[in-house]
């Protein structure tokens, strides 16, 4: 009897990177403190009632701002305007009316939202579950919007990032 190989890493890299996945900028904000990320981890998990689940590395600051802010936006750009994604790979600069320099105002729950977004998703955390390198924060949307029914929303293959995979040292 042979024992299972190892799966190659840069194999595992690959394969992980051809999954779909949607491009947005999550919104975070705890008391005063507010921050937005680029995402690929974002999927509904439910109808009845809307759910979405977000995946968000530990270490992030926007985890620890959806820890104890209870809540967090999805906000879906313009696939013609994905370079906005870069600026939001580290913690945003909050100037206190943008982030990043892209103008932003507090949703229902107080997550900042973007009002370049194409459309956008207000949620107060349900559920979270710890998975390892990441945790799935699980949110019921409150509150939503659309500003262009007609623009394509940004997915990882309209840019040359990637994410995902094993995690890299």
């Known amino acids: ?4 190989q190892p799966l190659d890493e840069e194999l595992l890299n690959k394969v992980t990177w051809k999954t779909p996945n949607a491009l947005a900028l999550v ?3 705890s008391g005063d403190e507010r921050n937005a990320m680029t995402t690929s981890w974002i999927t509904q998990l439910s109808m009845e009632p809307v ?13 620890r701002l959806i820890s104890t802010g209870g809540c967090f936006s999805v906000n879906l750009w313009d696939s013609a305007d994905t370079r906005v994604f870069v600026k939001f790979s580290k913690p ?14 507090s ?3 107080g997550a900042p939202v973007f009002d370049e977004a194409l459309a956008w ?3 107060e955390v349900r559920h979270t579950l710890n998975l390892g390198s990441h945790t799935l924060f699980v949110g019921e949307v409150v509150d939503a919007a659309i500003r262009n029914a007609e623009a394509r929303p940004a997915s990882m293959s309209d840019t040359r990032m990637k994410y995902g995979g094993v995690k890299r040292h």
């Not at 009897?1 to 299972?4: E, G, I, K, S």
């Not at 945003?92 to 105002?105: E, H, M, S, Y």
């Open 51 to 63: 759910l979405i689940g977000v995946g968000v590395d530990n270490d992030a600051v926007t985890h």
């Open 121 to 123: 998703m207000d949620c």
């Open 107 to 109: 949703a229902l729950t």
């Open 92 to 105: 945003a600069n909050d100037d206190g009316t943008t982030l990043n320099g892209r103008p932003v105002r």
């Open 27 to 29: 919104g975070s904000r």
């Open 1 to 4: 009897m042979t024992l299972p």
